[in-house]
């Protein structure tokens, strides 16, 4: 037998069972007005639709619920005018 299947004999097969799913918003998103210059970069990238563009191409949060901090939208603002503060799981 070779070393590559002995090896893959002795792994130990995971038994933890996983978390419960979180249920609710992960993230509560703060925008910044004044920093914003409206280029829309956070909507674009966010991918459970929780901000909009107003009329003012500025952002909104429109779903706050659906907000997973996955932090898509913070990380390529280039103004730095978003954020995303994580919440605790309930």
Not at 52 to 66: C, T, Y
Request: aromatic letters at 4%; one cysteine or more.
């Amino acid at each position: 037998m070779n070393d590559a299947v002995q090896e893959a004999q002795v792994v130990p097969a995971i038994t933890e069972a996983r978390p419960a799913a979180h249920k609710g918003p992960r993230g509560r998103v703060v925008i910044f007005g004044t920093w914003c210059k409206g280029c829309g970069l956070c909507v674009e990238f966010c991918p459970t639709g929780v901000l909009a563009l107003d009329q003012e191409s500025h952002p909104i949060v429109v779903a706050p619920d659906q907000c997973t901090a996955c932090h898509w939208c913070d990380t390529h603002c280039p103004d730095l005018a978003i954020v995303v503060q994580p919440l605790e799981a309930t």
